[in-house]
């Protein structure tokens, strides 16, 4: 490819004339970011925690936390600088904004102030970036419309816009289940979804078909074929998954409800990693037609939210179960030992607070089966059942599916009837266990082990946190109870969900008590 | 709707300790902005002709502008300031970084260099705000995927993204032509318009489908039921029409060709309006079918583009036409005399300029035909044709298009069939004369009357502009001939498109010649 030129041509206009050199070293930075010069960028930006640069995807502050950004991200869209504005200062000190023509269209805009030393020369000491707005963002959406599809009546939900995973039937569209080899021979479905059609159906449109892991077989919400969907809470970290489209585009604000599904965690871990309301509902309460299967014995549909009274509001629509509460609550501490303690710590601490402001009872402690026992259990019985559903397919398609999840199919591949058999009378006996412990109190726990990894964490990192993670979430799993994350928790990392587990059937009532300890949120 | 409260409880941090003053003036900004408190906004910024305002729709440059933006917007989305980071210079100057919580989701940036003065306190000279990007921008899509439709081939157009105008026929996708109650009554395509699949066929993909003026009765751009598109080239200024949508996603970068019609103007004054190179092909060169006509003696089929290069591969391969362009070239000092001063001065100054260059040959003087007969006698037969497609439907569905489009179906109703036979006539007489002149020299003309006039524009004058506009576009309409607008002129107000009018089936041999002509861009 050829050198690009950098065009210095712009005009510069201002309230002053420019000091000395300023914009030699405008010109020095614009060609070093064309040629991703990455030291000299370093060198042109200054050396302090409190330099600050910010764009689309949040704010950096810090050089250091700037330079790793640049040393991973490849280069910047090429871009000619076509008018440069100056707000002089002083001879020091000056505000120079320049409006961008991005070679790949439309128009941006980059604010920069500088600041001039004698040891270091002109560097900037803060920039803002715009670029324009992609047609779709391609890592949490399929497809959108205005709206892609219609509601058929005016009710409770009217103006509210849903992102559907990428696993419901919706007529006229194909399902392509995280996967482009799947959806490329996917037809489209004749028929609605119950799930889908029952938001239609109470005022709510459709705004697209989001992203999810490939099959929903992972927590992570990474997906190597079309990008892993940005986290809106916490600048380049992993958003959770496996709704991690759903999650996405409703903690971005391109939609205000997320239709998903949570087998594993996978309406939780998002909702707790984006700070959003999410319900995992009671296994079968809400119709899983029309829903490309993982593992149907904990499969369920349920909904993500900004705002708890929205997902109250849902709830109470389409779950108007008469199921009520526990007046107890519980914590499990051998669940919260094996945490890292600022988590632990952070969710004690929030328990008290709810305590102490009479929102809650003091909670009781509740011993919990062996969690790695159980999720052993949970992960035989839901690989059996992933095999069944997907593996024909799985081994039809070689290569289709990538990384962790192709190695999880690997291992599912692997399981025996005896090893399922066994597993499954093991969950049955859990499951008595854990739905005797949730009659007579509701559960709290952290809904993640940890708030979410960045992006750049490595796959045993990110593998660590999932395993730690599942050995919570898979209790409401193999209960078949319902389970709400309630963003109400937040570390310096980010935000953390509180999750509330009921006995099955009580989903209104569940969310409706978790919607009440809002406050802690403040 | 409750008083909205702004919470001032974000923390703030920065280089050194504010200046005295400086986070109480930030937070009075912020409670003016979330009133609307109009004057109080103007006050916090500093009263100068360099003030600085800029976001994802342009950089408005001087207090009166941003003044008149604030007045225009009815107010900013309701926010919450999550965190703000300080560049602190001296005692009276400082920058000011927030980061924004959107109620509606996602997360911004606000980016103010505050000064202060002894007169006015603490004010802002230079402002960048950052809002969350949405799911789809419905002024210029109704429905986007990744892609919408895949190509069916590899070839030459590989890579290259298309917004196709919605009047196209897409297999299992409607039909919407910019009119909501058309679109409600729409049934799914059952075939792709071959002009889709020609461009599938090359490699291409479908982006999404993209908004039209109401059936395309229009080159303003403006549609009332979806918003107008934004002018991607000139912040605040109408699009052009009808192929609007189109236009702005090319020129915003959200897709690389617009698949659009030009009947009287339809792609060659949006191309002028935002800078692009537009094709309106010969008459019938490019079939019609599966397209929703407007008058289909002169709906043709073309493209939009950002380049002339991907506009010359495009012609080459759908339009391989063997037909020469004459060699010599002419202006129309007649059409001339009628345009402002400056847009026929940018023209003569740019004709001037190729000439000097050696681009061209010095171009002979041509009379054409009284433009005011020659547009009236094309609106004639164009309006009984368009009554024809589409007065059942209209008649049967009053109130369905708005304004200025309603108007335009009212007149067409009248035309009789006396008045069409005349015209019918006319027309030929008048397609024989301006054939005789094509046929041995190519025509250039200010490719619209104006540059792009701004939305605020009163619809007296962009009524005014529309008509000149048409008196210069109706000559290739009449004859039936190709025409490329070349984004190669621009005056202060904008850009303007230098169109080449050449003898039918000519189209390629004349965009070639017009990308030979690009020096004159820089």
Known sequence: MAEFTVDTSAPVEGNAPLPAGLIEAFWRYERALMADDVPALDALFVDDPSTLRGDGSGLLVGHERIAAFRRGRGGAPKRRILEVHAQVIDDDDALLVAVLGPLAGGRGQQTQLWRRSDE???Q???????????AIDPRIWRIVGTPLVGS??????????????????????????GVPRYLARATPGRVTAPAVSALLGAGATVRGIARTDEFAYSIAGVNPHYGTPPNAAVPGAIP??????PASAVASGQASIGLATDTAGSIRVPASYQGLWGLRTTHGAISADGLL?????????????????LLARITRLLLPSPVGLPARVAIAP????????DIAGTFRAGIDTLVAEGLIPKPSEVELPDAAAALATFRTVQAAEAWRAHGAWITENPGAVSGAVAERFRIAQAVTAEQESEAREQLGRLRGELREILDDRVLLVPAAASTAPQTTASPDEIDAVRTATLQITCFAGIAGAPSVSAPLLSTSAGPLGLAL???????TALVDFATRLTPLAR
């Open 124 to 134: 900037v000491s803060a920039a803002h970036v715009s670029a324009p707005a992609p």
């Open 152 to 177: 058929t009546e005016t009710g409770p939900l009217d103006g509210e816009t849903v992102a559907v995973k990428d696993l419901f039937s919706i007529a006229g569209h194909r399902v392509g289940a």
């Open 501 to 507: 587990v009921g006995p099955p059937g009580s989903d």
């Open 240 to 245: 959770g998954g496996s709704s991690s489209g």
């Open 293 to 309: 299967p993982l593992a149907p014995s904990f499969d369920t549909v349920g909904w993500l939210t900004r705002s708890g009274e």
């Open 334 to 341: 051998g669940v919260l030992d094996t945490l890292e303690p």
């Open 120 to 122: 270091n020369g002109w």
